[in-house]
């Protein structure tokens, strides 16, 4: 039950609630002017009927060009009116407005109408007409109204149908009470708690160890479980690639230019002593000094930081040098082992210094970073040459080059491989060349495709290879592997029912192994390493019993210790009540709202004109 909903109180729905306020405000608001779309003319068209009232054509445009651009926002990319469609957006806008117009009918039969006044009212409380002096501006509300294709009359007559319709419905849904049988019962549920103790099983917990699986038993299970070792359907890819990591090794390296890039880093390579501090400042030399002799006493320094009411990180100044120490850095740098410095000052006032670290002074010579330097340095080098080659790899493939030719006219890597969503291969880990094998078809022409680390591909694809077990030799470790899961786990399953008896005779669970206990939880709680049953399971037993839990990767036992029911009273008690029972109205009355409005659009009768749909749509793509 959504707490913004269609169902929400009149006040709500005057404001804007329903859906065609917000469609135009919308509209208003951002300037609508997209997919061109302009009036279907002077003459009347209509997508269709509900009762006597046509569904304006133009008044549908609108509606599906607002919620295209509200969805298309919400998922962080535009959506074309396909998309769209494919989501099904068009049939709820269309949905919305026979809705509307059923309740318009109604409000028309009843004689429900508001004036000019509440209109006007209406219109000029709206922040998108107001000009830079915050008042009504109405020359700025008819160009709004003009670029968006609408007349004043238009307009003003869709809000005040509005009003009517948020009258009408918050008459049908206002008024629900949420019954207090069901309000407590739910309360109940929700609030319960239990005391748990939870038993997890490992091999550990057999009585014996299981038997090893000769090649016999593997080969049986292979053939039960022969789809578990089969490679899926694949696409056969030739592709070539020219990857730096590859081209880099047969860089040549200019000494001089490493050199350069060495001493461009040397903050890098020479690091001055350091000290890993923690600063408590105070507010005047005399608090510091009083502070400085209780540690003496004995104090913990994590004591005076807990009395400010802050947390180490708060203090943490991490690893520090002299420089950034300013005034303190003669006093902190003169331990050469963890301590406390001070008083010592700082920017903020006096501060007391924990040394936690000394970190000596560091230099890596130029011989000892070289290799680091010249692996960096031809990986770079590799890039300039790869781009270098791009557009002679992009012109040879648009002549008709084969990925052949390419190995060897440009020097690229020429390799095949059998591509499919469990391919691990270190090309298939490159997103693009990942994407453009997923996309792939026979017959393609090759394009250049560029890689992240700055390398290129090409790729064709040559044949679908159909679905094939691996042969029983290969695919022998991984049946070993699954064979003693499997066995394991039926093993364990045997073993917890064994526990489970005896613990229902009294032993305690405890004797079994490690326990976890949970003195209090709620239904909705998590005991860690354990499957999301335990809980569901644990809270259908009565106090003293214990079930066994299980999930594919999982045996275990879970005991109630301890039955606690929901308090019934308490200020956190209520507040849940009231909280359930607000869902509870919300729903009833939506509930009660989607049933008055499909009667009343069944009882007037709703016929489509798809041909003029379509006509929307169309001028909609242009």
Not at 30 to 50: D, R
Not at 224 to 230: G, L, Q, S, Y
Not at 495 to 512: H, L, S
Request: glycine share 8%; no cysteine.
């Amino acid at each position: 039950m959504t707490k913004d909903s269609d169902t929400d109180s009149p006040k709500r729905k005057r404001r804007g609630g329903s859906f065609l306020a917000w469609a135009l405000l919308a509209m208003v608001v951002t300037g609508f002017g997209g997919y061109g779309i302009t009036s279907f003319g002077t003459a009347s068209l209509s997508i269709g009927t509900v009762g006597n009232r046509d569904i304006d054509a133009n008044r549908y445009a609108r509606a599906l060009q607002n919620q295209i651009t509200t969805f298309g926002q919400q998922m962080g990319t535009p959506l074309t009116l396909e998309q769209a469609q494919q989501f099904g957006i068009d049939a709820q806008v269309r949905q919305n407005l026979v809705t509307n117009y059923a309740l318009d009918n109604e409000a028309d039969r009843i004689g429900l109408s508001v004036g000019d006044l509440a209109v006007a009212h209406e219109i000029r409380a709206m922040d998108a007409f107001k000009g830079v002096s915050g008042q009504f501006d109405a020359r700025g509300y008819e160009e709004a109204l003009r670029r968006n294709n609408m007349t004043v009359r238009e307009y003003e007559t869709g809000v005040r149908e509005d009003i009517a319709r948020s009258l009408l419905t918050g008459a049908v849904a206002s008024g629900f009470v949420a019954p207090e049988t069901l309000t407590t019962t739910i309360q109940s549920y929700i609030a319960e708690r239990r005391g748990l103790s939870v038993l997890t099983l490992t091999e550990s917990a057999l009585t014996a160890p299981l038997p090893a699986a000769d090649d016999a038993v593997l080969q049986a299970y292979y053939e039960a479980n022969v789809a578990a070792f089969t490679k899926p359907e694949a696409k056969r890819i030739t592709y070539v690639a020219l990857l730096p990591e590859d081209l880099a090794k047969t860089m040549p390296v200019d000494e001089d230019e490493l050199h350069a890039l060495y001493e461009a880093r040397a903050d890098q390579y020479r690091q001055p002593e350091r000290r890993l501090v923690e600063r408590l400042v105070f507010g005047s030399d005399a608090e510091a000094e009083a502070a400085k002799a209780r540690l003496d006493a004995g104090e913990a320094f994590d004591t005076l930081v807990a009395e400010r009411g802050l947390k180490l990180i708060d203090v943490d100044m991490g690893d520090v040098t002299r420089a950034e120490l300013g005034a303190a850095a003669d006093g902190v740098f003169a331990l050469t082992e963890p301590g406390i410095a001070g008083p010592l000052p700082s920017d903020l006032g006096p501060a007391l210094y924990r040394i936690n670290a000394v970190l000596a002074a560091q230099e890596t010579s130029f011989e000892d970073a070289r290799a680091d330097l010249a692996t960096e340095y031809q990986q770079d080098a590799a890039r300039r040459e790869i781009a270098d080659k791009t557009e002679a790899v992009d012109d040879a493939l648009a002549g008709g080059a084969t990925l052949e030719d390419l190995a060897k006219e440009q020097g690229m890597t020429l390799a095949t491989l059998d591509f499919s969503a469990q391919s691990d291969e270190q090309i298939v880990g490159y997103p693009a060349f990942r994407d453009a094998a997923a996309k792939a078809a026979e017959g393609d022409f090759a394009e250049t495709i560029q890689l992240n680390d700055g390398g290129i591909a090409a790729l064709r694809m040559d044949q679908t290879v159909p679905a094939t077990p691996i042969p029983f030799d290969e695919a022998k470790p991984a049946v070993t592997e699954a064979w003693h899961r499997d066995a394991l786990h039926k093993a364990l399953m045997a073993r917890a029912e064994e526990i489970k008896t005896e613990v229902e005779k009294g032993t305690p669970i405890g004797q079994f192994g490690i326990v976890s206990v949970a003195r209090e939880i709620a239904r909705d709680g998590r005991i860690e390493a354990t499957p999301d049953s335990l809980m569901a399971e644990a809270f259908k037993l009565p106090q003293g019993g214990v079930a066994v839990v299980e999930s594919p990767s999982y045996v275990g036992l879970v005991q109630v210790n301890a039955v606690m029911p929901a308090d019934s009273a308490g200020t956190d008690a209520i507040a849940l009540k009231g909280a359930i029972a607000m869902q509870v109205e919300q729903g009833l009355a939506q509930d009660a709202l989607s049933l008055f409005t499909a009667g009343l659009a069944q009882q007037a009768g709703i016929t489509f004109n798809q041909a003029n749909i379509d006509a929307v749509h169309s001028q909609m793509l242009r």
